[in-house]
């Protein structure tokens, strides 16, 4: 008498510390997805951003663009350096043309990102 009381005893404790499962949770699974897609599209924005940056350095290249500006939406001037020469291009989608070649060579201020930041924070104040 005594084990089968037990033994009912447990089996009620069994059932109810253990929930029934319904099914799966959807809303869960919905959030999970989300995080993910929203993380995709955070590395997908940086990386787009670091193209248009064009932060990498072709400091090894025997030709070194030095400046370029775009004329329209396909149509740009750009400034190269071959050694010591630098030309001045027209760059189109469908050439590219010499315009001139210059004998004085223009001198570009170049500025490390921690120098234009102080410079912003100083501009700011």
Known sequence: MLTSTILSAAAA????STPARNGVDF????????GLLVV????????YGLKKLNLTSNSSSAIKVQAQT?????ERLVLVAVGEQQYLLGVTAQQVSLIDKLDTPVVIETHSFSQRL??????QE
């Open 13 to 16: 404790a069994a059932t109810t």
């Open 118 to 123: 102080k410079q912003a924070r100083a501009n």
């Open 27 to 34: 809303s869960a699974i919905a959030g999970m997805f989300g």
């Open 40 to 47: 995709l599209m955070i590395i997908i924005a940086l990386a």
């Open 70 to 74: 775009a004329m329209g939406p396909k």
